[in-house]
Each structure stands twice: as structure tokens, then as C-alpha cells.
């Protein structure tokens, strides 16, 4: 394949560097946007969970001078809503049980961890996304609080509860022939009042009609990632996709992250052939709702802009 001069925006190939030495995890798990793939201050890394992970709790209490956002999402496109266990972990010394597709918003220098598996049903996955560094070792390295067997005692009179998504919104996508529509929104302003990402996501279950159309971001970054839906292959979207960046045609059949600045134009997505479940996930930065992320983000068939309210094109 010839070089594209969108390489650093689209990674194709995960770097595996954090999480080593688990088992029934994925593990190291992917990292697909840092500082060293796209030169974004950004940290995402998921993996799947495919059985009770050894050792369990895996994952000590630690604290990062970042924000961070963790998503533990369901495996069974069928029921996305539904996470394949429950797990238990601990925020700011307060216990957090859940057993549904669940994110949550971390802020930074919160203690959180002690995270334990106490049931499995099915493989789901696990994403951390930092916010404000790219670098592993500032956002893992350096904060980490090794050695709690026990969670640290609650001193803030605070209820965690309100970091926690336990049920999304459904309020993005145009309405398209099988695509998860509308989508989930699983980080939000609107959800978490502190919140300034927003995360929309949802499965595709064949081949996207109409395609999603040509769009541009005039004053917010975004991240895309499709996620393949296979646990037991990972890297393998599932599909054979292009995905217009620029003035280039990219064209992707693993899993991969991309890195879109504002003012590069994106779009159409066109999926060409389809062979399983996937996920499509678009994160918005420095913005709390989908109008602050998307209104007046689209082109219709003619090359004009579709003005806020109005549906993107039908194809």
C-alpha cells in the first residue's frame, strides 16, 4: 500500500505497552492514539476481557494528575447495553458495583482501582483514555500508587456516583440501515456536569447504507475509532472500509485509531464489504454536546454546509 501522507492520522497497527502479565485479559492491552502514533495529547489503550482476569483485583489503586475516562463495554452486539459480568471497583475510597455497560469520569488526583471481576459472562472490553498527555509514562508511570491490598478510606464528602454513566443517551446518528442508530452516548456534559468530552458509540451489524456523509470540525479535534468486534482476533475490523480524509481515500480492514485536528475535512465512510460486527466510536474534545461537536459539521450532496437541525443527507 503507498504511503499516505495521513499515516500518523490513522493508526493501523496497535503499539502493545501497558497492562502486561494478566491472564483471560488481553494483554499487553492496544494502545491506538498517544503522543508517539499521532503526536496527539491524548493516551487511549482497550483490550477484552475473556474470563475472570488473573490476578483479580488486576488493576491496584492508583492516582493520575490527568483526567481519565474508563469504559467498560459490552461484547454481544445483540445486547450492547449489557456488560458480561459485574465488577466492582473503587472511586476516592467509595465502591462502585456494575454489571451493565458502564463509563466513568475519573478526575485527575482521584484515587481509583481495586478493580475485581466477580462475575463472567461473556467477553466485553475495557478502554482508559487520558486526557492531556500522550505519554504513557507520564500518564501511568509516574502516578501510579502500587501496593493497596485494600481501598483507601473515603475522606472527600463526595458521592462518585455522579462521575458514573450507567445508561446512555440516545441522541446522534442520522438514521442509517445497519448501524446501532441512534448511537450511545456514554460521556457527556449533559451526563456529567464536569465532563468535556463527548463519547458516542455503537455497533455496525453489516454493510452502512447510506454511507456516513463528508464532515469537518472548524473549532473541535476529534478521535475515531472502530473497534473489531472479535475477541479472539482483536486487530481484524470485520469489514473492508473507506474512510475519505482529506483530499486521500484510506481504506481499512483492521481495527484502528484516527487522529482528526480541526479543519481537516473527513468523510464519506463507505463500507464495502462486511464479514462481522464492529464498533464505531467518535470522541469529541473540548466539547460537552453533540451540537457543540457537530452542528453545521456537514455537506450535503452539492458541497454546501447542512445547517444545524437539519438531518445530514440521504444517499
Known sequence: MAASKYDKNAIRKPIYEVGDGVKNRQSPTMTYISEKQTGAPYYINLGWICGKPNPNPSVREHVHNYDEILLFAG??????????????????????????????????????????????????????????????????????????????????????????????????????????????????????????????????????????????????????????????????????????????????????GMWIPKGLMHGPLTWHKFRHPHIEMAIMLDCGTVSEGWAGSFFGPDGKRIFPGQRPPQK
Open 75 to 256: 461484547g454481544d452486539p445483540k445486547q450492547p447495553q449489557v456488560l458480561g459480568g459485574e465488577v466492582e471497583m473503587y472511586i476516592g475510597g467509595q465502591l462502585i458495583n456494575f454489571h451493565n455497560t458502564t463509563s466513568m469520569y475519573i478526575p485527575k488526583g482521584t484515587p481509583h482501582g481495586l478493580t475485581t471481576w466477580k462475575k463472567f459472562e461473556y467477553p466485553h472490553f475495557q478502554m482508559s483514555f487520558i486526557l492531556g498527555t500522550g505519554d504513557p509514562a507520564k500518564a501511568y508511570g509516574k502516578d501510579m500508587t502500587e501496593g493497596h491490598k485494600q481501598p483507601m478510606i473515603k475522606e472527600r464528602d463526595i458521592d462518585y456516583e455522579q462521575y458514573v454513566i450507567r445508561s446512555p443517551m440516545r441522541e446522534a446518528g442520522p438514521g442509517q440501515k445497519n448501524r446501532q442508530s441512534p448511537t450511545m452516548t456514554y460521556m457527556s456534559r449533559t451526563q456529567i456536569g464536569v465532563a468535556n468530552t463527548y463519547i458516542e458509540w455503537g455497533w455496525i451489524y453489516g454493510v452502512v447504507s447510506p454511507n456516513l456523509p463528508k464532515m469537518v470540525h472548524d473549532e473541535k479535534d476529534e478521535i475515531v475509532l472502530h473497534i473489531g468486534g472479535d475477541y479472539n482476533n482483536p486487530e481484524d475490523l470485520g469489514a473492508d472500509l473507506e474512510f475519505d480524509l482529506g483530499d486521500e481515500k484510506l481504506i481499512f480492514n483492521t481495527t484502528f
